[in-house]
């Protein structure tokens, strides 16, 4: 079967932004009480195709995730990142993880029943990007946004 993605492209346009977007994925987080919490990343992955590509094949992001299938975590995204560039033969390569992060708090109720206690967990909306040119990896902020949920009495 031939390969049209990887045959050579006459028409000169470079592609900046082709990638698989919302690709769900076990990854594991560092976490100061347990050591470290599994959680769901949603994975969005681009690479910059130069003018002699016509395209790629999807399913290799899905291969490289698939490599790291066990050992996922915030650490090895520029490995990720790099296999990516490699891989798919590309100048620039982006990723973006958003992945909930788990706190459990232990909350005093009011000041007509001081003694009761509630447990509840924190949601953190967590995401990380990561960009790689040619030399140089680029780490943008972590975007961070949390949620209270429900209420559990503990006693």
Do not use: C, W
């Amino acid at each position: 079967m031939i390969d049209v993605q990887n045959s050579p492209d006459t028409r000169g346009i470079p592609l900046q932004h082709v990638g698989v977007r919302d690709i769900r994925y076990p990854i594991k987080v560092l976490d100061k009480v347990n050591e470290f919490q599994h959680t769901i990343g949603s994975f969005n992955l681009y690479v910059h195709l130069t003018a002699d590509f016509k395209g790629t094949h999807m399913s290799r992001f899905i291969e490289i995730l698939n490599h790291y299938r066990h050992e996922i975590d915030i650490n090895n995204l520029d490995q990720i990142l790099e296999e990516m560039k490699k891989k798919l033969n590309s100048e620039a390569a982006h990723i973006d993880v958003t992945f909930p992060y788990f706190i459990k708090m232990i909350i005093f109720t009011t000041k007509y029943h001081p003694n009761r206690k509630r447990s509840s967990f924190s949601i953190i909306n967590n995401k990380i990007s990561r960009t790689i040119n040619r030399t140089k990896i680029h780490k943008n902020p972590l975007n961070i946004s949390i949620f209270i949920t429900q209420f559990k009495r503990t006693h």
